[in-house]
């Protein structure tokens, strides 16, 4: 009886344990998953339509096509074979499980900065959480010499840090929180810290606005003019949360993507961590910027003007103020003050008092026109239609160069042929003739050495 009794409470107790671990496993996966959300894994890990996690997106750079890598636990196709040893060796250090080198194209420079507990919840989500994919995108094929992928321990060498994150302890828990987001996992310098020639980040201008493929990704240092030195906390944890802060700027393209995919899915302490670090990185100030280019325009209305005027018979005379009243009044209105921008919706953005028509960078005015805007973060999902197919590229440049004298930064301007150019996807990158050019000098130099050190030999 005694024994009997022993033997329930031995089983109760083991029960119990295997209960705790199994729930503790549970939470590590959980937390794995939001952490996933926080790297926003899935925006490069997922082709258009495709599964979650099974790659297959073509990612543009300057050097051609990279391809991201099937990431589910598929143990044909995917990670499913990775130690938690050689997952950590990727994700911070850019190597692959057979050893061979990752493109930075992969942000491991800053995934470096991941904590291995997090490295340890971000495994257990993708081993078990995520259901395995068999299937293989295409193979990265760059041309040579980027297909020597030893070639990256070279760049490895001269640009990544692989020092783990130290929190600085005359700053706040909070800030520290926010820094390790911000330039780990988050990875936004990524695409808002200019690159040099060989394509690393320049850390002297970390924040401090970059292009990304046609896209500009803003200065958002601490900088008041150049930057969101002025945005308040409120606002960027509005901004990241939903993509839209009224009278300053909203998210499209790549940034509604991360907006959608990964920032509205971080909870508020982690937002506010983010914004608190953000007010403080180093300011990064471009001499031509005069006000915050949320500051620009004000109300105004010169399409009363041409109401009731006959159009030109060719479409790509039409004046700014046409254009405008024929494709954009409906929902911009005619004072480009924009409509029902209450706090819970994010309604139509006016078109002065928004950074869109403030950067001396106009690629997204273009984007924008050519592209629309498409958002889930808020409800309703937030929509402007596509004009790429309506409007010629000279009906553009107009409308731009109309909207920004009108409502934005004057000194701004748009021309055709930028239209043209992001129209086709960006422009061409002189890196690799420049590689190549380098290493056909480089080449010669050796050639020319070798021969003088042959007869050297000859003559003694
Ligand atoms: C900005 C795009 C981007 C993001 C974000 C990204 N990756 Fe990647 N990742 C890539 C690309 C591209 C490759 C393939 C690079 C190559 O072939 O050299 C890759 C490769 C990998 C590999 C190596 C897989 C293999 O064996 O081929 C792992 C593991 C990985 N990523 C994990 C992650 C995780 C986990 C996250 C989120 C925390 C993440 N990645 C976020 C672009 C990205
Ligand atoms: C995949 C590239 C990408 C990543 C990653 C990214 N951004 Fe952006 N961001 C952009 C682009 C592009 C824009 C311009 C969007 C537009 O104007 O429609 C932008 C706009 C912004 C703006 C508005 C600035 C302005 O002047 O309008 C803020 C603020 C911002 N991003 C903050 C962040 C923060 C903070 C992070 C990291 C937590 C981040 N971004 C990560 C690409 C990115
Ligand atoms: C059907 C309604 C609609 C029409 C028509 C429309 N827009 Fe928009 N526009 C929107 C919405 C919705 C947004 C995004 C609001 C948000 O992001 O919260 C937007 C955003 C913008 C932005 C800011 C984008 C950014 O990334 O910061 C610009 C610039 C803009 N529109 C210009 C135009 C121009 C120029 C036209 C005419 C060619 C036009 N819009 C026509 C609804 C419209």
Redesign the pocket.
């Known amino acids: 009886m005694k024994f009997r009794r022993r033997l329930g409470a031995v089983l109760i107790a083991s029960f119990g344990f295997a209960m705790t671990v199994h729930a503790a496993e549970d939470a590590l996966i959980k937390r794995g998953e939001y952490?996933?959300k926080a790297?926003?894994?899935i925006?490069?890990?997922s082709a258009p339509q495709g599964k979650p996690f099974a790659g297959g997106l073509s990612?543009a750079t300057p050097l051609g096509n990279?391809?991201?890598?099937n990431?589910t636990p598929s143990k044909t196709n995917g990670?499913g074979n990775?130690t938690l040893e050689q997952?950590a060796a990727?994700?911070r250090g850019g190597v692959?499980?057979d050893g061979q080198l990752?493109?930075p194209?992969?942000?491991y420079t800053s995934?470096a900065l991941v904590s291995d507990d997090d490295v340890k919840a971000?495994y257990a989500y993708?081993m078990q959480g995520v259901a395995p994919v068999n299937v293989s995108p295409p193979q990265?094929a760059l041309p040579f010499p980027f297909n020597v992928r030893v070639s990256m321990a070279a760049w490895n060498l001269l640009f990544l840090d692989s020092r783990p994150f130290t929190p600085d302890p005359s700053q706040s828990v909070e800030w520290n929180r926010g820094a390790y987001l911000v330039k780990g996992?988050a990875?936004c310098s990524?695409c808002h810290t200019p690159r040099n020639a060989l394509m690393a980040e320049e850390t002297s201008a970390s924040l401090g606005g970059s292009v990304v493929g046609t896209w500009y990704a803003p200065n958002i240092s601490s900088d008041p003019t150049s930057g969101i030195g002025p945005w308040s906390e409120a606002d960027i944890v509005a901004y990241l949360r939903t993509g839209h802060v009224v009278g300053r700027a909203q998210a499209a393209g790549p940034m509604a993507e991360a907006v959608d995919n990964s920032f509205r899915h971080l909870d508020d302490r982690d937002l506010r961590a983010m914004a608190v670090y953000l007010q403080s990185t180093p300011a990064v100030h471009h001499a031509a910027d005069r006000r915050p280019p949320y500051a620009w325009g004000g109300r105004k209305a010169s399409v009363d003007e041409v109401r009731g005027e006959p159009l030109p018979e060719d479409a790509n005379r039409m004046s700014g103020p046409q254009l405008y009243d024929a494709y954009c009044a409906s929902c911009h209105q005619v004072h480009g003050e924009g409509a029902g921008q209450g706090i819970d919706g994010p309604g139509l953005p006016s078109l002065f008092h928004n950074t869109a028509l403030g950067h001396t960078n106009t690629n997204n005015l273009v984007m924008v026109m050519l592209e629309g805007v498409h958002r889930q973060a808020s409800a309703p999902d937030v929509l402007m239609p596509a004009f790429g197919r309506l409007l010629s590229d000279q009906q553009i440049a107009t409308l731009g160069n109309y909207l920004l004298k009108e409502y934005g930064n004057p000194n701004a301007s748009v021309t055709a042929e930028q239209v043209k150019i992001l129209r086709a996807g960006g422009e061409a990158s002189p890196l690799i003739t420049i590689a190549r050019a380098s290493l056909i000098v480089a080449g010669l130099l050796l050639l020319a050495v070798l021969l003088l050190l042959m007869r050297r030999r000859k003559r003694s």
């Not at 990279?66 to 890598?69: D, E, M």
């Open positions: 952490l996933a790297g926003d894994c925006a490069c890990h990612l990279i391809v991201s890598t990431i990670i990775y997952f990727a994700l692959r499980a990752l493109y194209a992969m942000p995934y971000l993708f990265t996992l990875h990524t």
